[in-house]
């Protein structure tokens, strides 16, 4: 244990007192905090800017309709066109985006209509044109409102009472379910790559790795070292990425979250699932990175599997109930996925949680065991 913990200290104080592998650490959480914030902002502005003018041409308006577009647009600017012009005409400028709606009223729009006999109102507008679809959004809602208001049988939800009966914290369990699992599975996955890539080949190419290796610490102690170290390394650039993440979430989504769902129990399980899911992607990148000649051949070696595991994580798009199948929890990554799933959404089955620990620490332990054997392996080491 005293040679693991001298590694374990070496590994760490090489990351975190070098100040540009400190700067990778942090840097993508706060990255993904502003540009996920000014994201959020830009989203809300565009969908709460509003056109307060239009150009519009009315025929044949009945005076009781007139009275009420007169309330209905009254926060608005309206240019009531009246000129001499053939539909072609009017037509062509809509199209050209010089005329945003025009409308043509029926002879027998209110005392003509019957179950064979329904009057038409045609509303032209240009969807292209962002003041033409909103002035036709405005005047057909109000119109079909009018309509409403003429044959009323009855009203759906009418009033001031609220009748979405849902929770802040039953939102924030769905917006979380939805989406952190495939971003918490990248983030560690990031985290991890980025940092294991060159641990091995690293040293590989500045020849330290032989010096290490000639100790007489035995190779199991070195591999559990290393994959510990970069774990906690992993660990921290993923959870300050993670940390940005939720930060920026209320602006992202538009909504408040409330954490008040999720009690101590479940944070628990849900970092359990997040460190043994780093140290599997720590294990596995630093075989690829073992076996590599370089670091650049560690990076491009890691691709495939970086591709496997968004593939995996993708998976999670498909529900946000996790599944109940204990079997598939035994899949590396899609039982982190599921397991996940199944923490934010608060439906874990303690049978599957299970089995994707026992599963973790078995690929865990065997990915370490493969390690000590490279590690063993002078072909491997010095790419003869």
Known sequence: ??????????????????????????????????????????????????????????????????????????????????????????????ENQELDLYVVYPDNLLGGSSITNVPNVEMYYNSASDASLQAYTLYSEILNAFEDSMTNLFDINHGDTKYDLAKEEALTVRIFTMMLPFLLITFLFS????????????????GTIATLLVT????????????????????????VSFIGLIASLPKLTGTNISLAAYNFQTILMLLVVIILTVLLFTVILTLVSTFAKSVKEAS?????????????????????????????????????????????????????????????????????????????????????
């Open 300 to 384: 491009s070696l890691s691709v495939p599997v970086m591709i496997v595991v968004m593939l995996l994580g993708a998976t999670s798009f498909m529900g946000t109930i996790a599944q109940t199948n204990p079997a598939l929890y035994l899949i590396p990554v899609y039982g982190a996925i599921q397991s996940l799933t199944g923490i934010l959404s608060m439906t874990i089955d303690p049978l599957c949680f299970t089995m994707f620990i026992l599963s973790s620490i078995i690929y865990i332990g065997l990915g370490v065991f493969c390690l000590t054997k490279m590690f063993n392996s002078e072909k491997v080491i010095f790419n003869h």
């Open 1 to 94: 244990m005293k040679a693991i913990g001298i590694i374990l200290k070496k590994e760490l104080k090489r990351f975190f007192t070098d100040y540009r592998m400190l700067i990778g650490i942090i840097l993508p959480g706060i990255l993904i905090f502003l540009l996920y914030s000014v994201m959020g902002d830009f989203m809300g502005k565009s969908m709460g800017s509003e056109i307060k003018e239009f150009s519009m041409i009315v025929e044949k308006e009945p005076a009781e309709v007139k009275d009420v577009f007169s309330i209905g647009l009254k926060d608005f600017t309206i240019h009531y066109l009246e000129e001499d012009w053939s539909k072609e005409d009017i037509l062509k400028k809509i």
């Open 191 to 206: 985290g991890a790559m980025g940092i294991c890539s060159e641990s091995i080949a690293g040293e590989k190419e500045r």
């Open 216 to 239: 007489p610490t035995k190779r199991s102690t070195i591999a559990i070292g290393k994959v510990s170290a970069l774990g906690i390394t992993a660990l921290t650039s993923a959870l």
